[in-house]
């Protein structure tokens, strides 16, 4: 089995509010991963993990009652990498996760904490091992039907806006391929704004 040798979090997105925020502490504690805590005058908190190769300062600025944090960083620990995984699923944390083997790299996309692509990278190759499209688009709309406020959908719609922008800036460097399924949704999204703001 290939050894990893690191994993480069090239985007991270969490938001949670505060009691989810002590949970997401006490889940790197929980395995025995050394913690700081910084609470700044504006509010916002800084998460500094440490380990074995040096720290990780992950900054959640505050909104009302939300933290939401969005980072990139390079764990080498092993174990600050299982934990940060855990962390990814729990929290339904957004993202793009490198884990970087002798040779090639697997990239894996989380959206609200589950994997929904897997890719292997070997120098300019790239192979999808894993999509899973139809479940995400079904959540999605599951979520905006649940919701009962049109104010909250609104709110909601631009975030997840937010986050495929970022993610359509990203594939414009490293995975072109994935524009135009990029652009179908923020398509879609935009159509349901209007809707939502007529």
Not at 8 to 34: C, D, G, R
Not at 36 to 51: A, H, M, S
Request: with cysteine.
């Amino acid at each position: 089995m290939a050894q990893r040798l690191a994993t480069n979090y090239a985007k991270a997105y969490f938001t949670m509010n505060e009691e989810e925020l002590a949970q997401f502490v006490s889940l790197f504690t929980n395995e025995h991963i050394s913690v700081d805590v910084k609470v700044c005058d504006n509010g916002d908190r800084d998460v500094i993990l440490n380990d074995k190769s040096g720290e990780i300062q992950l900054n959640f600025l505050r909104a009302g009652n939300r933290y939401s944090c969005d980072s990139s960083y390079l764990i080498r620990d092993r174990q600050l990498a299982e934990a940060m995984r855990k962390a990814m699923k729990t929290f339904r944390g957004q993202g793009i996760v490198h884990r970087i083997y002798d040779g090639f790299t697997m990239v894996y996309h989380y959206d609200q904490g589950s994997v929904v692509s897997i890719h292997e990278v070997t120098g300019d190759e790239e192979l999808s091992i894993f999509e899973n499209t139809a479940s995400y688009v079904s959540r999605e709309l599951d979520q905006l039907f649940q919701q009962t406020g049109g104010e909250e959908e609104i709110e909601s719609i631009r975030q997840e806006t937010d986050r495929w922008l970022d993610l359509r800036n990203w594939a414009k460097r490293t995975a072109p391929k994935k524009l135009s399924a990029i652009d179908e949704r923020l398509t879609a999204l935009s159509q349901r704004l209007f809707e939502l703001e007529v």
